[in-house]
């Protein structure tokens, strides 16, 4: 296919993977952030074409991951109500919750859907004027606009039986909170091209000066993510740190200003809570005040539902790049993708399920899998 | 930053106390259904229980046949391509033609929904007519139930088949060896998304059509000019994915396949990189997987690039003496990654 395969071409790939070996001097930590980036790293088995020493680690990228447990809970208290329809993108039907999975909750006869958009929710809402209908609306800026958008169309369309039910989070203020950490120890960031394509780059020059850490904008074919490496590389061993855009064939510097105005007339920032991760102020979106009648939350007065976590997971240490999937003694045995323990091991997206998907097995089978902290 | 600690990771989960769609998807939630639930119950006397079709051998001297059964249950019941009658003929006819059987009977159970017009059921039935005579099987007996409105997806379709063995023919998922070649029919993962393009309504340029085919004519050509091989199979739930996992674990080898290799129609390929799918996992409905020694692979690829319904068909990968029970694939860009069974449905990807 034009405009992909020549992302996926071998030759391509092996002088780029030259170049990075010839540029690396000395072993770098560059974490990818978007949870798209590691399922191609690893679907692709890149890790495994670079030199030693070039470790990449995982960042908090995956919205499935970082959904808090009380919005899966809450999640769970509304699509156990009668009457309701609850639509999904179809990873989150997997998260486990403190009861139990929507999975679990639709085989006990709850109306649980998965939509590839969620406009087609808000169809479904039109369609059954009987029944409320509400969208997990979880991701970063990258769907955040589709879902704006379904607010704004229900609105425009004056329906009554619509509802989101909203855990959008940011990516910058989350690669603030990784840098800002005592034990962070990334060097550098492959910066998230799709989150760029609709904000653009500009909000990341901040944390480029204040932490002298390069950030490469990249793409998500194999040959965007080894182009990105190489970029990463080159500032460090050069001592900069700048925000580079390697992927203009998507990301204008402002991004894409329709999607922006749409996001300000439907959202505001507020604090988010992150799983694994914990609070980070001003890290995710909810409606604002002229949308509240269309927040899920507001309307089932689910709110109120708190969940503690215990320690038995390090989901949070992986998703900040200080452990592996693989440095977790539950991975591969307790904890697998038909039984995950926690969020990392449920979405496709998720550092520990790409793992097992792809890697778990390399090293027996004499393929070097990355180097271990 | 506030670190938390991670959560009382809600611990799940193959202990569900309830069906899921995921146990019907041919992964890992089928397999332990059918591992934990079925076997122990009916015993599991037959060695050949967890091959497509049954070897039975009618007393002595009586010759063998292959016995096999499928439901289906497709939403929507017409798609481009086919419909669930077509797909009930094939999909029982397929079983016993990878078994290296001769499709000779079918019996055809229907469960029907109150109010399906009965236009929509004669037009399966002239299918299944149609498919049959495609396979030179003969439907022989058959059963009719209704059930109420809103108990049933409009019909249901149980095929029940009956092949018999030439003399001497043995295929069996645990037959592979190392240095043995893997050959794919064609292209993969085109019945799987002809049938989402339509269920989700999701429209392209090109129609994607269903491969949903009768194999039994390919089949015999494929054995009677090459009676070395070792083992075949239809790549339906689970996909190519599937099949190739079941005869790693079945031969207690390791398998090896060549991304770049595997034959993929371009609409399809755009579909699943839209949808967020990877046609491995896509079900077929007219392809099988073959299994060859090394010496016979291109004479047997020329053999069936002949057949009608083997034009695209690719030596894809090679039995290993690796680690035995699992699947690498090299990838398009010389990386290497395993290809597991997936846990149950697979899930488009949010973004």
């Known amino acids: ?373 | 930053m506030t670190i938390k600690g991670f959560g009382d990771c809600p611990v799940p989960r193959t202990d569900y106390d309830r069906i899921l769609l995921g146990h019907g998807s041919g992964g890992r939630l089928t397999a332990d259904l059918i591992g934990k639930l079925f076997l122990p119950a009916f015993g599991g006397a037959n060695a050949t229980a967890l091959e497509d079709s049954a070897t039975l051998t009618l007393g002595e001297g009586g010759g063998r046949i292959a016995f096999t059964t499928d439901s289906f249950v497709v939403r929507p019941v017409f798609f481009p391509g086919g419909d669930i009658g077509r797909l009930a003929v094939c999909g029982t006819v397929n079983d016993l033609a990878v078994a290296g059987a001769t499709p000779r009977f079918l019996a055809a159970a229907f469960i029907l929904e109150e109010g399906l017009p009965l236009a929509d059921l004669r037009k399966i039935a002239a299918s299944m007519r149609a498919a049959c005579d495609e396979a030179g099987v003969e439907l022989v007996t058959g059963d009719t139930k209704v059930v109420d409105r809103g108990k049933g997806d409009q019909v249901f379709v149980t095929t029940t088949g009956v092949g018999v063995f030439p003399p001497g023919r043995s295929l069996s998922i645990r037959n592979a060896r190392p240095g043995d070649r893997i050959l794919v029919s064609g292209t993969i993962g085109d019945h799987g998304v002809a049938i989402l393009s339509v269920r989700e309504g999701i429209e392209f340029e090109t129609v994607l059509e269903s491969d949903v085919a009768p194999l039994a004519g390919l089949a015999d050509t494929m054995l009677t000019a090459c009676p070395s091989i070792r083992c075949m199979r239809d790549p339906t739930r689970g996909g190519l994915a599937g099949v190739l996992n079941e005869l790693a674990v079945a031969s207690k080898v390791g398998v090896r396949v060549t991304e770049s290799k595997l034959p993929v129609r371009a609409e399809v390929r755009a579909a699943c990189e839209m949808l967020g799918l990877d046609p491995v996992y896509v079900a077929n409905e007219g392809k099988l997987v073959a299994v060859v020694p090394a010496d016979d692979a291109e004479r047997l690829l020329a053999t069936v690039r002949k057949h009608p319904l083997g034009r695209n068909a690719a030596l894809i990968g090679t039995v290993t003496d690796g680690r035995a029970g699992f699947v690498t694939m090299e990838s398009l860009v010389g990386g290497e990654r395993v290809v597991p069974v997936l846990a149950g449905e697979q899930m488009p990807r949010i973004c």
């Not at chain 1, 919205?63 to 639509?87: N, S």
């Not at chain 1, 704004?152 to 619509?162: D, H, Q």
């Not at chain 1, 003694?329 to 969020?343: H, V, Y």
Request: glycine share 10%.
């Open chain 1, 1 to 373: 296919m034009k405009f992909l395969d020549e992302y996926r071409d071998a030759d391509a790939a092996a002088a780029l993977v030259r170049a990075i070996g010839r540029a690396a001097t000395r072993p770098w930590t560059i974490m990818e952030v978007c949870g798209g980036q590691t399922h191609t790293i690893v679907r692709y088995g890149l890790d495994t074409l670079l030199p030693p020493g070039i470790e990449l680690v995982h960042g908090p990228g995956c919205p499935v991951c970082v959904t808090p447990l009380e919005m899966i809970d809450r999640a769970h208290a509304i699509a156990a109500k009668p009457g309701v329809t609850f639509c999904s993108f179809g990873d989150m039907l997997r998260v486990p919750g403190s009861t139990g999975d929507l999975l679990r909750l639709k085989s006990e006869g709850a109306d649980v859907r998965v939509v590839y958009s969620p406009l087609d929710a808000v169809n479904i809402a039109a369609a059954n004027p009987g029944r409320q209908v509400v969208f997990f609306a979880i991701g970063f800026e990258t769907t955040a606009p589709a879902n704006a958008m379904s607010a704004w169309m229900a609105k425009k369309r004056g329906l009554t039986n619509f509802s989101l039910l909203v855990s959008h989070v940011l990516v910058p203020p989350t690669i603030a909170a990784i840098l800002a950490a005592p034990d962070n120890r990334v060097q550098a960031f492959l910066g998230p091209g799709h989150v760029c394509a609709v904000v653009g780059c500009a909000e990341y020059e901040p944390l480029v000066e204040q932490y002298r850490v390069p950030i490469v904008v990249t793409g998500f074919e194999p040959i965007d993510l080894l182009d990105g490496v190489l970029g990463a590389i080159e500032q460090l061993e050069a001592g900069r740190a700048e925000v580079e855009n390697r992927y203009a064939r998507a990301v204008r510097p402002d991004g894409n200003l329709r999607s922006r105005q749409l996001l300000a007339d439907v959202f505001e920032v507020c604090d988010r809570k992150w799983r694994g991760v914990g609070l980070i102020p001003n890290s995710g979106w909810r409606l604002r005040d002229e949308y509240r009648a269309f927040d899920a939350e507001h309307r089932f007065t689910v709110g109120d539902i708190e969940t503690q976590e215990s320690e038995v997971c390090i989901s949070g240490e992986i998703l900040r790049g200080l452990k592996k999937p693989h440095h977790c003694p539950a991975f591969g045995t307790e904890c697998t993708p038909q039984t995950p323990l926690g969020a990392t091991m449920v979405s496709a997206e998720g550092a520990c399920a790409a793992y097992h998907a792809y890697g778990r097995h390399l090293e027996p089978l004499g393929i070097r899998v990355p180097a271990r902290a």
